[in-house]
């Protein structure tokens, strides 16, 4: 696809803990900016901050997910060119966001989300982050089936064993 | 001598059951399959390869369709790598039927004689059938025993004509809901029906019985249990030396001579190469939208519109079904958590008392437990009436839903009512990566099928009340699901309406059938599935018949 680099340039080598590296292409390592999955980083953990019984976006590993499934070939590349532009917006509008405290941060996303950019924006967001949350740990995500546990889910056998429905 | 006997292009129930038949008789037998070759140990479930991207499907930036809409007073064309919003189904071998839920019901007879039925409906192209139910009826006792039904007659008011007192397999095992849906619906003075299922209760040759994954409609089978095309039709003759299935292959375009197709050109969608494969006869059954688009994109001296397309009738009076979804939720309050929540088993429960009334034909609705894709029950909870919801609202929603809850849907089927605005065509200006002209799917409704709809879900309702569900609600669409395609290449005595004859033959071209849904004039108020492999069995034995 003549857009892939495009879609991998703002994927860091920073951002990608744990063994999900292995599943990304080599040229996917090489970070260019880190600063839109940053501020990514820490909406997700707005939105999915940790709860009684929820493990947060970060403990899941949402980010991770995200540097992994937007490098495939699959990922809707509109969705990753909103998901950065909104990311942009946001600190725009917000530019001190990623020092505020959490109480902070949802309020600023709550005055961000009064636009419908800044609604699609979070809505987009959100949905990536619960797929991050429950799709299987092989793209990085619900790690150690952190999200299948709070919700009590039971997967369906077999699980995958190569990640996007590559045959075995 | 040509290398085949016949060229069969796709590989669904259509095409496979045409293979089958043939390959049984020693005939030589070659697949055109767009996609890949996945086996039972290939498919997993995987909510995101199997749901969430174009896996099996086309990418949308290399292949797509451009949807038609009525729009501020005219018709404008979207292409689905817009919208996101894939008419593909299923491009494996197998096709569609590898991912289906496996709803089987049999047309009944009086679907055959629609117009003569009920007369005609303003605006609706509605014609009779070129067959009878009694000439289809040995073929769709061929796929209960062949692609495998489980299940057991429920005696009702419009039950079809039988040749067999019950189906090949007993019923799957049920959820304890299954009773209550029976209680209301008694209740209400209607008859609950055990739905037929294309999922094997026992095992049989090489196929495993269902072992209820929890995870079936849209997910290949790991056990070979559902009815796929290519789990019960081609994995048996698969080792036969007449049989030859080249994946990746792209039929561009039919080549005729003489008024007769002398190759299929394909290519192979890895190295972008062409290929040409010359057969006797040739089969086209690539599901409806393409098998339009193959056949129109077919131009020649002989044939300008597209073959077999001097009547300007292919690509006309496309069907999906009509219809909608509805919702209940449920709780503690029905029973206890544990058994609620009981996962694998199944509802099969449809209502079809009204699958004809006196004064308009009907349709049938069937009960399902929402699919256990957790990515999507969770997603949709992030939305309440305009609001976004996220954080510890969110999560509190969320965990209820999963661990409180369960929501049973109900799918209204009813005739998408054929008429002059929903078609397939092709158009210059929107191509493929390999330079074809995609479809064009014109997607006109007839305010009927709205109609028809609202009265079932009313029903549905109804019985969803009687049970104690909360939340009730429905909406019954003008938009049609992708996964239920037919119509486009109708059959039928007449040339001049109609592209196939009763054998599914081209009428102007004599080396060419269409076996897929595309023959349908009207569509029936069920999933296509069950009719599209008994008129695959149909048209493989009109062939054989044809080259002995």
């Known amino acids: 696809m003549k857009t892939t680099l495009t879609r991998r340039i703002f994927i860091t080598s920073g951002i990608l803990a744990g063994t999900s590296l292995l599943l990304l292409p080599k040229s996917t390592k090489k970070a260019m900016t880190i600063e839109p999955f940053k501020i990514i980083e820490a909406v997700q953990e707005v939105l999915f901050p940790k709860g009684l019984q929820a493990p947060a976006a970060s403990e899941f590993g949402a980010i991770n997910y995200l540097a992994v499934v937007s490098s495939d070939r699959s990922f809707v590349k509109n969705d990753l060119k909103l998901l950065k532009e909104g990311a942009k917006k946001l600190i725009e509008q917000e530019p001190h966001f990623l020092r505020m405290t959490p109480q902070e941060q949802d309020q600023a996303l709550r005055h961000f989300t009064q636009s419908k950019l800044g609604q699609n924006w979070t809505s987009l967001l959100l949905y990536y982050t619960l797929e991050a949350l429950l799709s299987d740990p092989i793209y990085g995500g619900n790690r150690d089936q952190k999200g299948w546990q709070w919700l009590h889910h039971h997967t369906g056998k077999p699980q995958p064993q190569k990640p996007f429905g590559v045959r075995l | ?548």
């Open chain 2, 1 to 548: 001598m040509k290398p085949y006997d016949v060229c069969i292009i796709g590989s669904g129930a259509g095409a496979s059951a045409v293979a089958h038949t043939l390959i049984n008789a020693g005939k030589r037998v070659v697949i055109l399959e767009r996609g890949d070759f996945y086996r039972e140990k290939d498919f997993s479930k995987d909510e995101i390869a199997y749901c969430k991207r174009d896996i099996v499907t086309p990418n949308l930036q290399e292949s797509y369709h451009t949807i038609e809409s009525f729009w501020q007073g005219k018709w404008v064309k979207t292409p689905t790598y817009i919208t996101e919003n894939s008419f593909f189904n299923g491009n494996v071998v197998g096709g569609s039927s590898n991912f289906m839920s496996g709803y089987f019901h049999r047309l009944k007879p009086k679907d055959f004689k629609l117009l003569s039925t009920y007369g005609a409906i303003k605006g609706a192209n509605i014609v009779d059938w070129a067959i009878d139910y009694e000439t289809l009826e040995p073929y769709y006792t061929q796929v209960e025993q062949q692609v495998g039904v489980s299940g057991s007659v429920t005696p009702y008011a419009h039950q079809e004509p039988r040749s067999t007192s019950d189906f090949p397999y007993p019923p799957l095992a049920e959820h304890p809901i299954s009773q209550h849906i029976d209680k209301a619906s008694k209740q209400l003075g209607f008859v609950p029906y055990r739905t037929p299922r294309a999922i094997l209760s026992q095992a049989h040759a090489k196929r495993d019985a269902c072992y209820y994954s929890n995870y079936c409609g849209s997910y290949g089978c790991s056990s070979g249990a559902k009815g796929s095309a290519r789990a019960a039709l081609l994995q048996p003759i698969l080792d036969d030396p007449n049989l030859t299935i080249i994946t990746h292959a792209f039929v561009k375009r039919l080549v005729e001579k003489n008024k007769e197709v002398t190759h299929a050109t394909y290519v192979d969608t890895r190295t972008h190469q062409e290929h040409a494969i010359t057969a006797t006869l040739f089969v086209v059954a690539a599901q409806a939208v393409e098998s339009s688009r193959l056949l129109l994109n077919s131009k020649s001296s002989n044939f300008p519109n597209g073959l077999a397309n001097n009547s300007g009738q292919v690509g006309k009076n496309l069907l999906f079904s009509a219809g909608g979804v509805g919702t209940g939720e449920f709780d503690a309050s029905i029973m206890p958590l544990g058994d609620l929540l009981q996962e694998g088993l199944f509802v099969n429960r449809s209502l079809c008392d009204w699958y004809f009334t006196d004064t308009m034909k009907g349709g049938v609705i069937d009960f399902l437990f929402e699919h256990a894709n957790p990515i999507s029950q969770a997603s949709k909870q992030r939305w309440e009436g305009g609001e976004l919801l996220w954080g510890e609202r969110l999560q509190e929603k969320i965990l209820r839903k999963f661990t409180q809850t369960r929501q049973l849907n109900f799918e209204v089927f009813n005739d998408w009512l054929p008429t002059d605005n929903c078609f397939v065509s092709v158009d210059e200006r929107y191509k493929d990566i390999y330079g074809v002209p995609v479809a064009n799917i014109r997607i006109g409704s007839h305010p009927h099928d709205l109609k028809v709809g609202r009265f079932l879900a009313q029903k549905a309702e109804a019985v969803m009340r009687a049970m104690g569900a909360k939340r009730v609600q429905s909406a019954i669409s003008p938009y049609p699901p992708a996964n239920l395609q037919a119509g486009g290449c109708r059959f039928g005595e007449d040339p001049k309406n109609s592209v196939l004859n009763p054998h599914c033959q081209a009428h102007e071209v004599n080396n060419l059938y269409v076996a897929d849904g595309s023959f349908m004039p009207t569509g029936g108020s069920v999933p296509f599935t069950w009719t599209i492999y008994a008129n695959g069995f149909r048209v493989g034995e009109h062939i054989r018949r044809l080259l002995t």
